[in-house]
């Protein structure tokens, strides 16, 4: 039986639902509200040309007067500091402190899904590919940034001894490739 569009997103906003109160519920020992701890995690895992406010703005999908305002609340609890770009001092680059990478090592291993996941019936592998293809899906659909990583990037391309980012021309360590990145494009056919 073919589910409806209606019925995939009433499980979808359900699910989204439940991990909101899991979220919350875990950032409340620092007085964080669910948008804010969405963007300690977005840094957490964001690369050297993601983390900007504008990034932070485009992957939450949210305005830049709001996502002014969260900055400024992580930025008051020392977990997130800023600093202008060293090649171009118009750009404000965005980076975790210490407290704010703990904390979003926290906050990322939400124990009500590991624990649903580690159930016999679900196959969180394929739960997972099924997912990223519906995200994927939208994202097309509705013409949005993919912020993907660079592993799974059209502008990844192997270089003498290591990897380069094609659209910058400039090396990339491994770990960058797992990061997130706003300039990530799919590859094409």
Known sequence: MRMSAR???ETLERLAALLRAETRRLGKPEGLQPVQIDALLYLDHCNRYSNTPQAVAEYLGSTK???SQTLKVLES????AKAQDQRDRRVVRLHLTSKGRTLATTLANLPLLESALSQDSLDAESLGEELGGLLRAL????????????????????AE????????REALRLEETQ????EHEEPRD
């Open 7 to 9: 019925s995939i997103h």
């Open 65 to 67: 007067g709001t996502t």
């Open 77 to 80: 609890k020392n977990l997130l």
């Open 139 to 158: 994202q097309r659909a509705g013409g949005f940034r993919t912020f993907g990583t660079c592993r799974t990037c059209r502008f990844l391309t192997p």
């Open 161 to 168: 001894g290591g990897l380069l980012c094609g659209l910058t």
């Open 179 to 182: 990061q997130i990145c706003r």
